[in-house]
């Protein structure tokens, strides 16, 4: 089954004559720039998803919210599909470009339109970078909390689509836990504001319905978010261990001793090696696992729970606990966590990185079972784990230019979802299903609850002209994904290409 | 973890779903009617989620709790206070037999809501019989999980206009070790005023009302952080009950007999000019007001300032929850016919429309 847009499974999209909508959208919207040359739209036919690739039929770049209204009500009246598209860094496709749709690039509404430091806010454009507002609230002590990996690029537009997630989450929450309000056009070009500056508002959540809807119930204009004020000191423990059942057990036993840390991540000794490979961070490369504790707050508790955790640490194990003796030690402890993609990435060709969700007490028995399906298919996996919230990232090492590798790739990490879904987790913690995850939706939801999906669409989209194809899966390609499973290794329709 | 009185009752409720489907029959979902008094009287026959109850499973290190819709939020209190946690939104219980379904549907917080979440954050999955008479199983177990569109977290607050929620996954946290409650001596405007101010700092505040005369404000987290606020802070030490009295309502303030609104406004909203009494909530984000004047008028003073309003007494008007713009009803109606085709589900509870 073909990855890409397959009309034959995932619904017959509206043909759209190219010329007829550009003429209505020149003539509608005079100053609205529009790519439609080939070679102008080869740099967006992916995403942060790169291995996946279609060329959008064009690329409308607006400045002014008219003009994407403008743009929504000329593609209504025509039937014309339309995927918006933030800074381009999701790693899930879901701003993989359709040859049938416009793609609707927000990323030119970058102003911070207001930070009110008294209530704690600030009111942004969708094209605003995750970090650009941390930076524009840092003057008042204040900070946004979800710290997706990306966050130097991603805009919070993308974060709001996708429900982002980051290494906080535990303590701080998802992006639906710190956004108070959305505005957004709908299909038809209406305006709607969900939520409110006030921390609820009457009627149905669909702040919350909205948040990692992944584009597919209308396009995000402005985002209200709340400031924290910055932890007043941070600290970071390294523990090494010489098994990572028992670097698992110390996270349960962390949490048994009532602490909840701001940051617990695990890299297993692939991981481990790659990043202190490439970032010199300190790490000890014979461990088996190691823990990063991250530990926040005002600074008398931070001691207490410091040596609270070095205890707990011991106890469970580990054989050495470290902690970083300055800010400076502190920022390279990190950033071996935060560079182990790129760092993973230097050891092979490709890599291809998951994103299943675990309840944590199974973590021994996952890790286990990634280790047998890594030897059956041929292909090292790195493990990197959000710790504190079950957030597993396995990271599958394979080279494209190898016949079948990146199959047996994309097979393997399938195989991983799978197994999340089976221990009672999920195929996704933060990424979003996008177009990437959209055959393991098959398995994690059944067609009753599938419907049900569908039926919020209708609520919003009736005609699917928004992202369609991502997020949720049709009913007809579910039935063709299990009948492969039924046939494991006899593939129905061999012709076709698999990406 | 099995209690004796532990059923799944799931199969019987889907079957009276199923039977209202069939004969197009309003249903009146309840548990123990604590919370009966909010929204709008709505006729049906009577759906009693108290049966299908007891807690499904808890594993303290994973920080989750399941547990079925009529299982009594008292008992799910106890069992999370053994293992010294907590669902820190505080829920209200407005009764002693409060269930968890009702929590939910009401989606209710109590005085840790600006510093913790809202009862809809801490909710992680939720199995709900839809307006197709199917049992689903929504979001899950695990605190980040991007899969679908979040039904869960949409359940909250929803007054059981879109399905019978059967079970809910909740996030719970450890208690913070340390808990002090205190009060000061200051008038509302300055008290909004400190709020605002300390609001901007890392200061272990979890929770800060105002009832006309002291700042009430309780202090959590570490040994060492709550001694540092308590000396910087100073005031009375106050019993940690208080908490507990305003977020049932029983204080004083509650009990005279106009009219109670609840006021959700803007962080640092000034104080508002309206008649009766008010009391300060949520550090400023949620304020009751005892008063006689018309429903029209508070509203238009609090949209002012972009807030909205809540009518908390029964009866008195046929809109208790403030009523939405034009474009938002008309979504929530697509969403109401799209999820509950036949219009069996609390029709009428939050809006006449729905």
């Known amino acids: 089954m073909n990855i890409l847009y397959d009309e034959r499974v995932d619904g017959a999209l509206p043909d759209v004559d190219k010329n007829e909508l550009l003429l209505a959208l020149r003539t509608r919207l005079p100053d609205l720039e529009i790519l439609h040359q080939q070679e102008e739209l080869k740099p967006y036919e992916c995403d942060g998803l790169s291995a996946y690739r279609t060329t959008p039929l064009l690329v409308v770049l607006p400045r002014h919210l008219d003009e994407v209204q403008g743009i929504l009500r000329v593609c209504h009246e025509l039937q014309v599909p339309v995927v918006a598209r933030g800074a381009g860094t999701g790693l899930s496709g879901g701003a993989l470009p359709l040859d049938k749709g416009v793609l609707l690039v927000m990323a030119r509404f970058n102003n911070i339109l207001h930070i009110d430091s008294a209530a704690r806010t600030a009111r942004v454009q969708p094209g605003v970078r995750n970090l650009a507002i941390s930076q524009a609230a840092a003057p008042f002590g204040l900070y946004y909390a979800p710290d997706p990996s990306s966050q130097i690029a991603c805009s919070i537009g993308g974060n709001v689509a996708e429900n982002a997630g980051g290494v906080h989450c535990l303590k701080y929450g998802l992006t639906v836990h710190n956004v108070l309000k959305v505005d957004i056009l709908t299909v038809e070009g209406e305006y709607l504001s969900l939520g409110s500056n006030a921390l609820d508002s009457p009627g149905f959540d669909l702040l919350a319905l909205f948040t990692g809807s992944e584009g597919l119930l209308g396009v995000i204009t402005e985002v209200t978010v709340k400031l924290l004020p910055k932890p007043q000191t941070a600290k970071v423990l390294l523990a090494a261990f010489d098994s990572v059942e028992k670097a698992g057990r110390a996270v349960g036993d962390i949490i048994a001793a009532g602490i909840i840390p701001g940051g617990l991540e695990m890299m297993d000794n692939l991981a481990i090696r790659a990043a202190e490979d490439f970032i010199h961070a300190g790490y000890p490369v014979d461990a088996q696992a190691i823990l990063l504790c991250e530990l926040d707050g005002v600074e008398a508790d931070v001691h207490d729970d410091c040596d609270r955790v070095r205890q707990v640490l011991l106890q469970a194990g580990a054989i050495e606990v470290r902690q970083a003796r300055d800010e400076a030690e502190r920022v390279r402890f990190w950033a071996g966590r935060k560079n182990a993609f790129p760092a993973v990435g230097r050891l092979s060709p490709d890599y291809y990185c998951m994103d299943g969700t675990i309840p944590r007490r199974e973590l021994p028995g996952v890790l286990q079972a990634i280790a047998q399906l890594s030897e059956q298919y041929g292909l090292r996996v790195a493990n990197v784990f959000h710790a504190g919230d079950g957030n597993m990232h396995p990271l599958i090492l394979f080279d494209a230019n190898q016949p079948g590798e990146l199959d047996r790739a994309e097979a393997l990490g399938g195989k991983i979802l799978e197994l999340c879904v089976k221990v009672g987790g999920s195929i996704t913690g933060e990424h979003g299903v996008g177009r990437e995850k959209i055959n393991q939706m098959c398995a994690q939801f059944n067609s009753d609850e599938l419907t049900v999906f569908h039926s919020i669409k209708a609520a919003f989209d009736p005609g699917g002209l928004l992202n369609p194809g991502k997020n949720i899966p049709t009913l007809h390609r579910c039935a063709e994904f299990g009948a492969m499973h039924v046939h494991a290794g006899q593939l129905p329709f061999p012709e076709l290409e698999r990406f | ?354």
């Open chain 2, 1 to 354: 973890m099995r209690g004796a009185d532990d059923v799944d009752d799931s199969l019987v409720l889907l079957e009276q779903v199923n039977q209202a489907l069939e004969n197009a029959t309003p249903l009146r979902i309840q548990g123990s009617n604590s919370k009966a008094f909010l929204g709008r009287t709505t006729a049906g026959e009577i759906l009693d989620t108290r049966s299908h109850r007891g807690i499904v499973s808890y594993d303290p290190t994973e920080l989750v709790i399941t547990a079925r819709c009529g299982t009594p939020l008292t008992e799910l209190a106890e069992v999370l206070d053994a293992a010294q946690q907590m669902l820190p939104c505080e829920p209200p219980s407005f009764g002693d037999n409060a269930t968890v379904g009702g929590m939910i549907a009401c989606g209710l917080s109590g005085p840790r809501r600006p510093w913790s979440g809202s009862v809809r954050d801490f909710v992680l999955g939720t199995r709900v019989i839809s307006g197709q008479g199917k049992l689903l199983r929504l979001g899950g177990e695990v605190m980040k999980n991007v899969a679908g569109y979040d039904l869960s977290r949409l359940m909250a607050g929803s007054y059981g206009c879109l399905g019978v929620i059967t079970e809910v996954s909740l996030k719970v946290l450890p208690k913070p070790r340390q808990c002090l409650s205190i009060s000061l001596e200051m008038n509302s405007e300055r008290a909004l005023l400190q709020l605002a101010q300390w609001g901007q700092q890392p200061l272990p505040i979890s929770a800060a009302c105002h009832d006309g005369e002291r700042l009430h404000l309780r202090l959590e987290g570490g040994e060492g952080s709550v001694k540092a606020a308590h000396e910087r802070l100073g005031g009375q030490w106050l019993e940690d009950s208080y908490w507990g009295d305003l977020n049932e309502h029983r204080l004083n303030f509650f009990d005279e007999d106009q009219p109670l609104w609840r006021l959700s406004l803007p962080h640092n909203t000034p104080r508002l000019s309206l008649p009766g009494r008010q009391l300060v909530d949520w550090g400023g984000a949620q304020r009751w007001l005892k008063s006689d004047a018309e429903a029209a008028f508070i509203r238009q003073v609090v949209d002012e300032v972009g807030g909205h309003v809540t009518c908390f007494s029964h009866g008195l008007c046929d809109t208790p929850f403030q009523p939405l713009p034009p474009t938002l009803l008309r979504y929530h109606r697509n969403l109401k016919q799209q999820l509950d085709p036949r219009g069996i589900f609390n029709p009428g509870r939050l809006y006449a429309e729905l």
